[in-house]
């Protein structure tokens, strides 16, 4: 199992690709540079929480799927 973010890590995330949605990529290296650029974080490690964060959420706002209902899981069960 991995390591929790602290909460404050995903809000400062959230509230960044929320603020700037076309500056951000899926790319850690794009986004390290960003959250630099975008904050003022005073150390590498925070630094590399936040843009693996927001590489993260990222990934997850693109990429995701539409949830199925569960009427529909049901009947796939039952066939």
């Given at each position: 199992?991995?390591a929790?973010?602290?909460a404050?890590?995903?809000?400062?995330?959230?509230e960044?690709?929320?603020?700037?949605?076309d500056?951000?990529t899926?790319?850690?290296?794009?986004?390290?540079?960003?959250?630099?650029?975008?904050?003022n974080?005073q150390?590498k490690k925070?630094?590399?929480?936040?843009?693996?964060?927001?590489t993260?959420?990222?990934?997850?706002?693109?990429?995701?799927?539409?949830?199925?209902?569960?009427?529909?899981q049901?009947?796939?069960?039952?066939?």
């Amino acid at each position: 199992m991995g390591a929790i973010r602290p909460a404050v890590i995903k809000r400062v995330a959230r509230e960044l690709v929320e603020k700037y949605p076309d500056k951000f990529t899926a790319d850690f290296n794009v986004n390290k540079e960003l959250v630099a650029k975008y904050t003022n974080v005073q150390t590498k490690k925070v630094r590399n929480l936040l843009a693996g964060y927001v590489t993260r959420y990222y990934r997850n706002i693109h990429t995701n799927k539409p949830r199925r209902e569960p009427e529909e899981q049901e009947e796939e069960l039952n066939l």
